[in-house]
């Protein structure tokens, strides 16, 4: 996640009308593991790519994957812990104080200070997340900086009301059911970096010591989510990135077999039904640099 120390790992991408787009990419050997991170001053809405384990306002470590959304209060300190072999990678919102203040981004804070919030991430807002990244990074002098930016201030609204209204609750230390907690935050470690493996309740069950049962009930509990949706969702959306890269990308038969699906037809068929279009109609799109094409843009715009 991105932090104040101006070491590379973070680019900005576009200023739009008070706020930054930026992507980070931060390695595994990076000196950002050992030590204590502090956002910046300004308040930033993230979303992640792989999966990195964050701690902050005192809670234990939870494993951030692409099926959330994190808002960080301005001057959060936090630690990452690495999960996946990729790092650390993301793209965020950097807001202005006012723009936080207008989108309810402030949290109130509280006696223990600035504060960082988690929601799970609709498939749509992570789909226009990553294609406002994709449409910006492929091309960033080239595009429309108008459409670009009433876009990108569009779906900041949008993400920074859907946390406001479902944030997620990661318990501090001493309370609920730690056992659980962390036998589910394995699990979702376990299945962001093994997106192809053909795992079964039986295999999860064994790894964590619980029954597949009891695994499938706390899972939910915990998260909300099956963890058979849950996995289909970060397959999903790590296929997005090669999926959107400009030029002529992978194949769409091997990305299928990469995140694990049986075959291109299975994948499409997925895709479609999370996303609202098939993934060649987003290599399109994003090949034609007008974001007023892109699936789905209008209602993103209107909502």
Known sequence: MPDAIDDGFARRLFAGSGYVVGEFRCPAWARRWRTENWIGPRAHVVVPGTAVAIAADGSDPHVCTANEVLAYDAGVCYRRRLVSDEGDRCVYFEV???????????????????????????????????????????????????????????????????????????????????????????????????????????????????????????????????????????????????????GPGSDLTEVAAMYGFSSHSHYTRAFREAFGCPPSALRRAVGARDVRRLPGLAQVLTT
């Open 96 to 246: 202005s104080d006012e723009l936080a203040a207008r989108l309810g981004l402030v949290s109130g804070r509280g006696r223990h200070g600035p504060r960082l919030r988690f929601a799970s991430l609709q498939s749509s807002a992570y789909l226009h997340h990553r294609l406002l990244h994709a449409v910006i990074a492929a091309a960033p002098t080239s595009v429309d900086p108008l459409s670009v930016d009433e876009w990108g201030l569009a779906l900041l609204a949008r993400t920074a009301a859907h946390v406001s209204a479902h944030p997620r609750q990661v318990a501090t230390r001493g309370n609920g059911a730690p056992a659980q907690r962390r036998a589910v935050e394995q699990v979702v470690s376990i299945l962001a970096t093994r997106l192809a493996d053909p795992l079964t309740l039986a295999d999860l069950g064994a790894l964590v010591h619980y029954s597949p049962y009891f695994l499938a009930r706390v899972f939910r509990r915990h998260t909300g989510s099956t963890i058979g949706r849950y996995r289909m969702h970060l397959r999903l959306r790590r296929s997005l990135e090669l999926v959107l890269a400009v």
